[in-house]
């Protein structure tokens, strides 16, 4: 990323990923699109998304991180059924299993390799270990995963996404994070409350 070549190819493997997104899962405008009542002045400012220029000669990752570009951070894309993300691994780090309720998520891989999966509704799991320039689909709702083995190099990804807003529904956090009774949970896990207990306090914010 840090060559200017590194960074023509990486707006060129985001502008590849843009076209592969065909099925929308927004609702349809009713006009070219939206302009937010707290803008005042719309010109090509408003269409320019310059959050991902820290990407631009950065470091490697020291964890997994992700920069968005959805509706929330560039509001031209409400109303446009398209949205962004950029995943950095560091080595030896994944993205905990998760779902995205409003889309399809189209993963390429521009650096370093990935272990993805996804299950099914018939609780099949489908696995493959993607290498630089492997497209890889996980279905609109379905939980997946993606893990970079990898123990000395990071990995880098771009998603692209059939909605301004696809929300992301990360399982650990949504299970042991929001307080659901600890019984519940023992019970749906088939465990003891202490264990349940032990996973929460992990998964906690640290202070």
Do not use: C, W
Request: aromatic share 12%; charged share 15%; hydrophobic share 45%.
């Amino acid at each position: 990323m840090a060559s200017k070549r590194s960074f023509v190819i990486f707006f060129l493997m985001i502008s590849f990923a843009f076209v592969q997104i065909t099925i929308a899962g927004d609702p349809d405008i009713l006009t070219d699109f939206v302009v937010p009542q707290n803008v005042t002045k719309v010109d090509g400012s408003f269409f320019t998304f310059t959050g991902m220029r820290v990407l631009v000669g950065s470091k490697p990752p020291t964890a997994f991180t992700v920069l968005k570009a959805t509706k929330a951070e560039f509001p031209a894309l409400d109303g446009q059924s398209v949205s962004y993300a950029v995943l950095e691994y560091a080595p030896g780090t994944i993205n905990p299993p998760h779902t995205h309720p409003r889309s399809a998520e189209l993963l390429f891989l521009i650096g370093g390799s990935l272990q993805v999966g996804f299950v099914d509704t018939t609780n099949k799991l489908f696995t493959q270990t993607l290498q630089v320039g492997d497209i890889f689909v996980f279905p609109k709702g379905l939980v997946h995963f993606q893990y970079n083995v990898d123990p000395e190099n990071p990995a880098l990804a771009i998603s692209a996404f059939g909605s301004a807003s696809a929300g992301t529904v990360s399982l650990p956090s949504t299970l042991f994070t929001t307080g659901i009774d600890d019984n519940v949970l023992a019970i749906s896990f088939k465990t003891d409350v202490a264990t349940i207990q032990a996973l929460k306090a992990g998964l906690a914010p640290k202070p």
